[in-house]
Every structure is written in C-alpha cells, then in structure tokens.
C-alpha cells in the first residue's frame, strides 16, 4: 500500500520567515495531495491541497508543490505568523478502493516571536 | 465547525470493555470515515462506508467494527479494549467516494482513554 514520509518532523521559525515541509510516497498512482493543519486538542482541517496533473498551487501565504516523477511534494508558508503553529500533516490518496487518506508523520511548526 | 458531528467527546473506561462512537457526517455527503490518532502511530486510517456499504478497509483490528446506517450516521465499536486502544477517534466525511480525492472534512473527534 501507500507509504508516505514526512520531514522534518520539528520545525522552529522566527516570525515573518520561511517554512518548508517536505513529503514523499510511494506509489505512482497516486494523484490527490492535501496538506492538513491540526492545532493541540482540534481536529485536522484542510489548508491546500493539489492533484496530479498539477504542479503547484498557491493560495495567498501557502503553496504546494509537486514532482510527480520524485513522487515528492512539499507545502510552502511564507511569512509566517504566531498563528501558523501547529502540527501539519500531508497526505496521499491512491485511485481504486474507496479514498482513503495516508498521511505523514506530522511536523511540528513553532512561530517564535 | 466542519458539520461533522461526533459523540462523546470523552469515554473514559476500562479494559475487556466495549464502546461505541457515534458519528454524523456533513449534509449531503455520502463517504464517511474513520481514522485513528495516537502518539506512536499518527493518523490511521480504519474504514470508509459509502451510503451504507463499505468501500475500503485501512488496519483496522478483528475486535473493531463498523456500520453506516440509513440515515448515513456510522458508528464505530471498539470491544474488548485494550490500554493500547487509548486514542483520538475521528471521523470525516466527503462527497466523493472513489481515488479521485478531494477534501475530507474532520469532526472533533471522540478521545478514548482505557484504563
């Protein structure tokens, strides 16, 4: 079945820079990516997603991209803010059997002031 | 709020127990899923139903189970539980039900803590 790795798994910023989270899985035919945000205690919500046939997408701080021959994609935030702590988590969806989500390991991104 | 509704929010209970958690996915969606998270092993997916049948099984245990009933709630039974069945229970629900993706919205989920 789908494998999917996530890194890194903690992440400290400082306010209005960068962060990148990167993702790889296994199998070929996979062709939907949502990346998930979940702060401590609530229920994960979806921040950006993308599909196959598409290389990146970007929605006003948040970007993804994807290298479908890598099997590798990765969320981009940029100037980041206190309230982009939180734990992200990306995901995977393989074609046939229902739409089950694999997901990473989870990052842990930390704001600092 | 997602529109997915679960109960408990808390069970707490002992081992060789069972429970059952409830959950009322979004109006108009058709898929609902159940996913399991604990510090060790993340988010796993269990289960997916699709207007009542079921269409795709994750790692879910022989002593777990599932249905989805007319009125499209599912519930999940955990019996026989064991400490290491302590976690958070959530469930989803989308529209679509094939490997075309698309988003899944989360409840709030159900903690399970076994003593």
């Known amino acids: 079945g789908e494998n999917v790795e996530q890194h890194p798994s903690t992440l400290s910023v400082q306010e209005g820079d960068s962060a990148v989270i990167k993702c790889t899985y296994s199998?070929?035919?996979?062709?939907?990516f949502p990346w998930y945000k979940q702060e401590l205690g609530k229920r994960p919500q979806l921040i950006i997603d993308?599909?196959?046939?598409?290389g990146e997408k970007k929605d006003q701080r948040i970007a993804v991209t994807l290298n479908k021959t890598a099997k590798h994609f990765s969320l981009h935030i940029t100037e980041t803010q206190p309230e982009d702590s939180a734990v992200y988590f990306c995901?995977?969806?393989?074609?046939?059997?229902?739409?089950?989500?694999?997901f990473g390991t989870g990052t842990q991104l930390k704001v600092e002031l | 709020d997602s529109g997915v509704t679960q109960t408990p929010k808390h069970l707490i209970t002992a081992t060789g127990q069972r429970v059952t958690l409830r959950c009322s996915p979004r109006?108009?969606?058709?898929?609902v899923y159940w996913y399991q998270q604990s510090l060790d092993q993340g988010l796993q997916f269990l289960i997916q139903?699709?207007?009542?049948?079921?269409?795709a099984k994750g790692n879910i245990l022989e002593r777990f189970s599932a249905q989805q009933f007319p009125d499209l709630h599912s519930e999940l039974n955990l019996s026989s539980l064991e400490l290491g069945d302590s976690a958070l229970y959530f469930c989803?629900?989308?529209?679509?039900?094939?490997?075309?993706?698309?988003?899944?919205?989360f409840g709030p989920g159900t903690r399970l803590t076994v003593l």
């Open positions: 989803a629900s989308s529209v679509q039900t094939s490997g075309g993706g698309g988003e899944q919205f």
């Open positions: 199998d070929s035919a996979s062709n939907y």
């Open positions: 993308i599909r196959s046939n598409v």
């Open positions: 995901a995977a969806t393989t074609p046939g059997g229902g739409n089950k989500l694999t």
């Open positions: 109006s108009g969606d058709l898929s």
């Open positions: 139903y699709y207007n009542g049948e079921e269409r």
